[in-house]
């Protein structure tokens, strides 16, 4: 029996496609390790997002190769196609296999058509497209919380960004594949439906007879309809085409939860400009102010990226600066890493990594303050929380942990005649905020 290990770089989407890949593996009876170096089998799905990605990959497979010599190695993913990439890791790889052809080649593979032959590149040939892919039902990871893509690709060209290469254009799934998906979902009990895509609001599918959705708000609308106990979560949303409607369906509907991804990126138009973002910050502040009215509960999250090429001290005092005006939940703050293939490759990476790195630093000190700033305003007050796990350690028996709607990890604590079942929602007193969590009891 050929024993499989999957290891899993990148964001959510990369996530939901090894998921996708696990129940390949397991409908062919491959028996999966939770050992990478005692597996026969290593699928490695990559990311490209940063330089820093694709060095841990580097990093990892010539070691898992030199101590089992005969593992098959696949590497899949973002990266997969990229040349340079490839060149650092032949030696040590058996295949390079783009994802959409990865099940067929698993096949073949279970099947033995495919004589494994040491360095030999690119097997499968089959024609292969996300449609396929996504027929594929996922291996959940998660009982109660499941991932669910409603479209791949971008059409963007962000001048930072390899996703427009990484994963090809925008494809958007069939509106009625996705109500299966989640119904099915619902049906067996998951609590926390998280819609994928890498600008949703540009969801579109192929106009056909069944196809009556033109638009996310309109998918989301249609979700929001199934019957059940579920919350809705759904990212990433581009500012420049996130919708007054999209903001007043999550403000009037009680299952899309209170929380919104709307990464910014900067703070400076001229830097906004060069990255190719489309808006101004003008622009973005508007509709912070729309969404803080609309529903003023709302929990924000974002994406930064400092260091830009040419990104002054002026520049970068203009993101700090929007960073303090909003007051953010969260947010994922990144030095800029130059890309093979994007626009920005082409310009000079001029500010240096200690100058990154102190950037990152005082954006993080900003976010410490505005998350725990906006985390004591939930002190006292009484949250809906779903039950995700027991605290593992059996001193804390009584401990378990959770996420409010605004997706915050919140800590319950239950006193000895107390009980909670995993999976279920329930009313929560917020006893402690910290940075980026809170405490309470039931
Ligand atoms: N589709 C999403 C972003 C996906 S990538 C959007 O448009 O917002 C996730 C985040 O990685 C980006 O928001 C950006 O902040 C960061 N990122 C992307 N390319 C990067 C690069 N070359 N260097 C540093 N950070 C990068
Ligand atoms: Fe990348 Fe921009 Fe597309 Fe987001 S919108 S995936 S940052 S190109
Ligand atoms: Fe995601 Fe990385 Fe690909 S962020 S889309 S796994 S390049």
């Given at each position: ?137 996922p291996l959940y990871s998660s009982p109660l919380s499941a991932y669910v893509p409603i479209m791949t690709g971008c059409n963007n060209f ?196 200690a100058e990154k790195k102190e950037r990152k630093l005082i954006l993080t000190e900003i976010l410490e303050k505005t998350a725990l700033k ?66 309470g009891t039931l």
């Amino acid at each position: 029996m050929l024993t499989y290990h999957i290891l899993t770089f990148g964001c959510q989407m990369n996530f939901n496609d090894s998921e996708r890949i696990t129940r390949i593996a397991e409908n062919l009876k491959f028996k999966k390790v939770t050992d990478r170096f005692k597996a026969d089998l290593v699928i490695v799905n990559t990311c490209g997002i940063r330089q820093s990605a694709e060095d841990r990959v580097i990093g990892i497979v010539p070691k898992l190769r030199k101590k089992r010599p005969n593992c098959i190695i696949i590497i899949t993913g973002c990266s997969a196609h990229r040349k340079d990439f490839q060149k650092k890791l032949v030696s040590a790889t058996s295949y390079f296999i783009e994802i959409l052809k990865l099940p067929q080649f698993l096949k073949e593979l279970a099947e033995s058509k495919i004589k494994i032959v040491k360095q030999e590149q690119e097997k499968a040939s089959s024609p292969a497209n996300p449609a396929d892919f996504f027929k594929i039902s996922p291996l959940y990871s998660s009982p109660l919380s499941a991932y669910v893509p409603i479209m791949t690709g971008c059409n963007n060209f962000c001048s930072y960004c390899v996703v427009p290469y990484a994963r090809g254009r925008e494809f958007s799934r069939p509106s009625k594949d996705i109500m299966q998906e989640v119904k099915q979902l619902v049906t067996n009990g998951y609590k926390e439906i998280i819609l994928l895509g890498q600008n949703v609001n540009s969801y579109q599918p192929e106009p056909s007879k069944n196809e009556k959705i033109v638009s996310f708000p309109a998918l989301l609308e249609k979700i929001s309809n199934i019957s059940g106990d579920f919350w809705i979560r759904f990212l990433t949303s581009h500012p420049k085409d996130m919708s007054d409607d999209l903001i007043e369906l999550i403000a009037r509907s009680n299952k899309i939860t209170n929380y919104i991804h709307l990464p910014f990126q900067s703070g400076s138009n001229r830097i906004l400009k060069l990255m190719k973002r489309k808006y101004t910050i003008e622009h973005y502040l508007q509709l912070i102010t729309k969404i803080r009215t609309k529903i003023p509960q709302a929990a924000l999250s974002t994406d930064i990226i400092v260091g830009f090429p040419g990104e002054t001290k002026e520049d970068f005092g203009k993101t700090a600066q929007i960073m303090k005006t909003v007051g953010f939940d969260m947010a994922y703050i990144s030095a800029f890493s130059s890309r093979p293939e994007t626009v920005a490759d082409n310009l000079v990476d001029d500010v240096s990594e200690a100058e990154k790195k102190e950037r990152k630093l005082i954006l993080t000190e900003i976010l410490e303050k505005t998350a725990l700033k906006n985390n004591q305003s939930y002190l006292g007050k009484e949250v809906e929380v779903l039950i995700e796990r027991q605290k593992p350690s059996l001193a804390k028996k009584h401990t378990y942990l959770g996420k409010t709607e605004t997706y915050k990890n919140i800590r319950i604590n239950l006193n000895a005649n107390q009980s909670v079942k995993i999976g279920s929602f329930c009313k929560v007193k917020v006893t402690e905020a910290g940075i980026f969590g809170l405490e309470g009891t039931l």
